[in-house]
Each structure stands twice: as structure tokens, then as C-alpha cells.
Antibody
Framework: EVQLVQSGAEVKKPGESLKISCKGS????????IGWVRQMPGKGLEWMGI????????RYSPSFQGQVTISADKSISTAYLQWSSLKASDTAMYYC??????????WGQGTLVTVSS | QSALTQPASVSGSPGQSITISCTGT?????????VSWYQQHPGKAPKLMIY???KRPSGVSNRFSGSKSGNTASLTISGLQAEDEADYYC???????????FGGGTKLTVL
């Protein structure tokens, strides 16, 4: 069974760093792109970027380029999304999802990130 | 402002059919047959309902169908059921620079 399991909810202060994770199982993790999607409170889905764990090839949305870093450790079938300096506006639910060609067939349960002083 | 334009809300009665539109441009929806649709219930992760404009993943009811004409894609749900009440998002490939864009989402209410 394909599963993407994300790390738990985080509460951080502005300026702090954060790395959240997405662990894949039940399929060849290195053979599929993993995407990250943001959903701000009460808002829609926003595509952030993707990574191919096989070779760590990464693409970013122009809106998120330079704001976050996407990485992966194929040895433990885990993808990451990280911030070096969080802002209140980063408060959102973040989803990882497995990409098949150009759509997303399996999704993680989401990680809620709250940034507040 | 979202890259793909969807109506904020649609509604229908049980048993009826509804259609949700998703309007993009010649740089995304109009250029690629790579439109997908996702259903999201409150507090849940999105679920893939349609891919490649009109294909249904295994396990998705055949009450859901997709189509495209020019720069506009559409999701039609026939025989509305209470469980269909959710938010729906379209998504399209948008070329190698922007890559992927989502619509703003449509809230479906089953009356």
C-alpha cells in the first residue's frame, strides 16, 4: 500500500528555522517525483515545488523560489521542506504528494505549521 | 489571484448534475491535456478525481467526468450525492517555468 506519512504539527516563532518531513512507503521512492503544496487557513491549494528523490533534481514555483528549500534523503525514503527564517505568513497546512507524470495520486495527511510570536 | 479561475461556489440537489469550470490560458490549460481535478473534504487531504482531462483513477465513481474545450476545463458530477459536498480544485501543467498551477477552488454544496 502506497503511503506518505508527514511529520507532526509545529508551532514556531518568527525568525526560527524549520524542516518538515514526508516519508514514503509501499513503492519505489526514488522513481517518482514528490511535490509540496501549501494551503493557508481557509484558502486554496498552492503548488510550491517538486523533487525527484532518485537524483534530487528540484523545481520550484516562482512564488516560492528562494523562500523554501526542498530536499530528500533516498536512503530513508523521506522528502523535506525547510525554512531558514519563518514568517507569520508561513502559517499554513503543508501537504506532500506523489507525482505521476503531472498529477498527484497519493497525498500525505498534511503538516500544520503555525508561526506566532 | 489564482492562475486558474474557478467559480467560488456551486450547488445542486441530490440526483442532479453540476459542472465546475476551470479557465486558464493558452500557456496552461489550452496547451496541454494535463488537467487534473481534486476533491477535498474539510480537514482532509485532497483526493485525485480526474487526470489527463478526463481519465478516472481506479476507485473513483463514474459519476465524475472531465472535459476540456480551448482554455477551459470542466468537471461534471452527475447524480449528486450528499457525500460529494466538498471543495474541488483543478490543476494544470503550465510549462517548464511555472510548471504546475492550481485553481482557486470551488465549494460544492448539495442542497
Amino acid at each position: 500500500e502506497v503511503q506518505l506519512v508527514q511529520s507532526g504539527a509545529e508551532v514556531k516563532k518568527p525568525g526560527e528555522s524549520l524542516k518538515i518531513s514526508c516519508k514514503g512507503s509501499g513503492y519505489s521512492f526514488t522513481s517518482y517525483w514528490i511535490g509540496w503544496v501549501r494551503q493557508m487557513p481557509g484558502k486554496g491549494l498552492e503548488w510550491m515545488g517538486i523533487i525527484y528523490p532518485g537524483d534530487s533534481d528540484t523545481r520550484y514555483s516562482p512564488s516560492f523560489q528562494g523562500q523554501v528549500t526542498i530536499s530528500a534523503d533516498k536512503s530513508i525514503s523521506t522528502a523535506y521542506l525547510q525554512w531558514s527564517s519563518l514568517k507569520a505568513s508561513d502559517t499554513a497546512m503543508y501537504y506532500c504528494a506523489r507525482q505521476i507524470q503531472l498529477w498527484y495520486d497519493y497525498w500525505g495527511q498534511g503538516t500544520l505549521v503555525t508561526v506566532s510570536s | 489571484q489564482s492562475a486558474l479561475t474557478q467559480p467560488a461556489s456551486v450547488s445542486g440537489s441530490p440526483g442532479q448534475s453540476i459542472t465546475i469550470s476551470c479557465t486558464g490560458t493558452s500557456s496552461d490549460v489550452g496547451s496541454y491535456n494535463l488537467v487534473s481535478w481534486y476533491q477535498q473534504h474539510p480537514g482532509k487531504a485532497p483526493k485525485l478525481m480526474i487526470y489527463e482531462v478526463s481519465k478516472r483513477p481506479s476507485g473513483v465513481s463514474n459519476r465524475f467526468s472531465g472535459s476540456k474545450s480551448g482554455n477551459t476545463a470542466s468537471l461534471t458530477i452527475s447524480g449528486l450525492q450528499a457525500e460529494d459536498e466538498a471543495d474541488y480544485y483543478c490543476c494544470s501543467y503550465a510549462g517548464s517555468s511555472t510548471y504546475v498551477v492550481f485553481g482557486g477552488g470551488t465549494k460544492l454544496t448539495v442542497l
